[in-house]
């Protein structure tokens, strides 16, 4: 059924559909739209049945969510930057339990200072858990991934989170095409857990373990996350056949079977990137690009394929590791041992900074050029930038950056330091 909706609307009642019997809610933008309505499913009875557990903090609502699956309930969250750092701990206890639970991110930067706005650090952040991560372009794909990740989760008994930039896909108002609940129900099968807690036959979740069985353990947990490498293109598989569209699976590939240049980024930014790679593909230049639609696993075997005939690889980042720089680039570069190509990681959109169509023409003629670096920030202002260096050599008390430089620009108004 083709509806105009919210981004966060639409992707309430794909999990509604899925017929999670336990969701756990703590609000933090940008997510909360998606538990709101959730809620007033469960509340009017129309999502039953279902208990609504609010919490008392983003740990209390993955604790629960643990709790839950380990009895055999279908359960789900979500959340959203310093929420999402604040569930970590219980984020590695659900991947080491092997509990299939299913949590949206909506991608949000990390403070400090506090941003509100889209990048993917807070999912990147967590990228060793041990979750599953699936990255979307669109709100359609992220109501289809849903519904694949609860069968993903389910078949491998591995939690899955679901990202999707926060804001720009979240709160952004468009047609989806949104399934009927007969048709989830014929494409996800009733949860059967591998493990459930039942007081007929006793047993231990979560012992301790020495080192005698410590490693065996942690070699199981990425043997799965490789199951899952091989499940994941056979879900996107059957969700096509049963749906008649193509979402999810590992990589995407547009207009990069012949391309000198190719361009790799995870989200919605594939939008924009599309559109400046049909445009260059217009005046003659062999440029295409490469969706990364599941993150962890990573799966290089796909990525060395789509990238092996390119000479130049540019992996757009909207998440920097600090001191070292690209995250996915680092990636990349393993996939493409051997190869030839030259693999440049350009950082942008961090706190929700545009990532405009000049800006990556600019990039894209900076690499044709030979212009371009190993590591790149784009649309960094250097002017500000230095200014703020040249104040820090020569003031020990110098202050806070952030408080500095947005009095620079006029956001916050001059004064003392």
Request: with cysteine; aromatic share 6%.
């Amino acid at each position: 059924m083709l509806e105009q909706i919210e981004g966060s609307q639409a992707v309430a009642r794909a999990v509604a559909a899925c017929r999670p019997e336990v969701i756990c809610a703590y609000p933090i933008s940008p997510q909360t739209h998606i538990v709101e309505a959730l809620s007033r499913q469960v509340k009017s009875g129309a999502l039953a049945p279902c208990e609504f557990v609010n919490v008392e903090s983003e740990y209390a609502a993955m604790s629960v969510a643990i709790g839950a699956s380990a009895t055999g309930a279908r359960a789900y969250t979500a959340t959203a930057s310093q929420g999402l750092l604040y569930m970590t701990e219980a984020l590695y206890n659900a991947s080491g339990l092997g509990l299939p639970i299913v949590m949206t991110v909506a991608n949000r930067a990390i403070g400090a200072p506090i941003n509100i706005w889209n990048d993917h650090s807070d999912s990147m952040s967590q990228r060793d858990s041990g979750w599953i991560q699936l990255y979307v372009e669109s709100n359609q794909e992220a109501v289809d991934v849903h519904l694949q990740a609860f069968r993903l989760a389910e078949a491998v008994s591995l939690p899955v989170m679901v990202c999707m930039d926060g804001f720009i896909l979240t709160h952004a108002v468009e047609r989806v095409e949104l399934p009927e609940q007969e048709q989830v129900d014929q494409f996800l099968p009733t949860f059967v857990p591998r493990q459930q807690l039942d007081p007929e036959h006793p047993l231990t979740i979560g012992a301790m373990v020495g080192p005698e069985a410590f490693t065996e353990v942690r070699y199981l947990a990425h043997y799965k996350q490789m199951q899952a490498l091989d499940l994941i293109p056979e879900v996107a598989g059957l969700f096509e056949q049963r749906f008649g569209r193509s979402s999810g699976g590992l990589v995407r590939r547009y207009r990069s079977d012949d391309a000198e240049t190719i361009i790799v980024a995870l989200g919605s930014v594939l939008g924009t990137i599309e559109d400046v790679v049909d445009e260059l593909r217009a005046t003659g230049e062999r440029i295409g690009a490469v969706a990364i639609r599941t993150f962890r696993p990573w799966p290089a075997a796909e990525v060395r394929s789509a990238l092996a005939g390119a000479g130049r690889v540019i992996v757009l980042e909207k998440a920097l590791s600090v001191g070292i720089g690209g995250i996915v680039s680092q990636n990349v570069q393993g996939a493409l041992a051997g190869l030839p190509a030259s693999v440049h990681t350009a950082i942008a959109g961090l706190g929700g900074r545009p990532i405009t169509k000049a800006s990556l023409r600019q990039l894209f003629a900076a690499a044709r050029a030979g212009r371009l670096g190993e590591l790149t920030f784009v649309d960094l202002n250097h002017q500000l930038v230095d200014a703020e260096i040249q104040r820090m050599l020569s003031d020990r008390r110098s202050g806070p950056h952030a408080e500095n430089m947005l009095r620079d620009v006029g956001v916050v108004g001059a004064g003392p330091v």
